[in-house]
């Protein structure tokens, strides 16, 4: 009887791990997964050779493709077209002015005839000129009402159960989760916080040059039309060099547009965690990647592969891509 009473809280020890809940029950089992949870405990608990204090803990995540879908173009340009459209009848010269005229005709191929500076003149239109209350305002009203054209959901909604998962899981491993993305601060201030629960403060993108000004007795901040910081490529770890002054131990991205972010994450000392999230779903997303125009992972995977960094296949690895759809059972082998 003796024997059998000192025996039993063994067993019950024993047994804690395997009653612990899941942390990330969307992500299949296998090795990626266990790579994540494996990273997590090593440089969390206290005593390990790769313990980390709770205040270096620093994880940064792109946005689009990352934490949401980015397919079949950047949600913040289908925003900026939207506005265009809102916006038309205060400029009546955009119907004959490209490239406003391909937004408001839905003329395609004109609008891709117009590239880069096209796209840049509608950004401009859209999003400068106005105060950034203004701009938060318009995105959000944007989005309480935009729907995705695949799915008919709220672009709020099209974003990645498996990664608000390992969002929640590190922060209750003290971790200091931040995005880090090439669309604007303020559009994506709109709703990170609400849908991530990623402060405003723990928000880098890119940026217009502001003016603070005071309009009709009221304190302002006015968007001006100059860009002062493109947060993509070599932009990111230029960004968190500045803003949050440490170096990350834990990156996560999809396309060569993080490749910086995830080498300067991985060039740090100690143990380090570079992730990529690649689109290999088809029937529930998307799939894409060397070739493709959005979100093209050609260089980064490469390195990735020789680096021996994560790289999370989507098809086999979520069992749910979206927080409004069913698992679905699958195995990493």
């Known amino acids: 009887m003796t024997s059998l009473r000192c025996v039993l809280p063994l067993l019950l020890l024993i047994s804690l791990p395997a009653l612990a809940a899941d942390p990330l029950p969307s992500w299949s089992e296998g090795a990626n997964k266990q790579h994540i949870i494996e990273f997590?405990?090593?440089?969390?608990?206290?005593?390990?050779?790769?313990?980390?204090?709770?205040?270096?803990?620093?994880?940064?995540?792109?946005n689009d493709g990352t934490l949401w879908t980015e397919q079949p173009a950047y949600f913040e340009v289908l925003f900026a077209f939207d506005e265009i459209k809102r916006l038309a009848p205060r400029h009546p010269e955009w119907k004959t002015t490209q490239p406003f005229k391909a937004v408001l005709d839905n003329d395609h191929q004109a609008l891709a005839q117009s590239g880069m500076e096209g796209l840049l003149k509608i950004i401009g239109a859209t999003h400068t000129g106005i105060t950034t209350d203004a701009f938060i305002d318009n995105a959000k009203t944007w989005l309480a009402q935009a729907r995705h054209p695949k799915t008919g959901k709220?672009?709020?909604?099209?974003?990645?159960?498996?990664?608000?998962?390992?969002?929640?899981?590190?922060?209750?491993?003290?971790f200091k989760t931040y995005i880090v993305s090439g669309g604007d601060t303020a559009f994506m201030r709109a709703f990170a916080e609400v849908v991530y629960g990623v402060p405003p403060e723990q928000v880098i993108g890119s940026n217009f040059v502001t003016a603070f000004q005071i309009k009709d007795g009221a304190p302002q901040v006015l968007r001006t039309a100059k860009l002062a910081h493109n947060d993509d490529g070599p932009g990111k770890p230029e960004s968190i060099d500045s803003i949050i002054g440490r170096r990350p131990i834990l990156a996560f991205g999809n396309s060569d547009g993080d490749l910086q972010m995830l080498q300067w994450t991985a060039a740090g000392q100690g143990k380090r965690f570079m992730g990529l999230v690649h689109h290999t779903d088809a029937?529930?997303?998307?799939?894409?990647?060397?070739?493709?125009?959005i979100g093209r992972l050609d260089k980064a995977l490469d390195e990735a592969r020789t680096k021996g960094w994560t790289v999370v296949d989507m098809a086999t690895e979520w069992k749910r891509i979206y927080p409004f759809e069913p698992a679905v059972q699958q195995q990493v082998q």
């Open 40 to 62: 997590v405990q090593a440089v969390t608990a206290e005593g390990s050779r790769d313990y980390v204090k709770p205040a270096e803990r620093i994880a940064v995540f792109d």
């Open 154 to 174: 709220p672009y709020t909604e099209m974003i990645y159960q498996p990664m608000l998962e390992m969002l929640d899981y590190l922060r209750s491993q003290q």
């Open 283 to 293: 029937t529930r997303e998307w799939a894409y990647d060397r070739n493709s125009h």
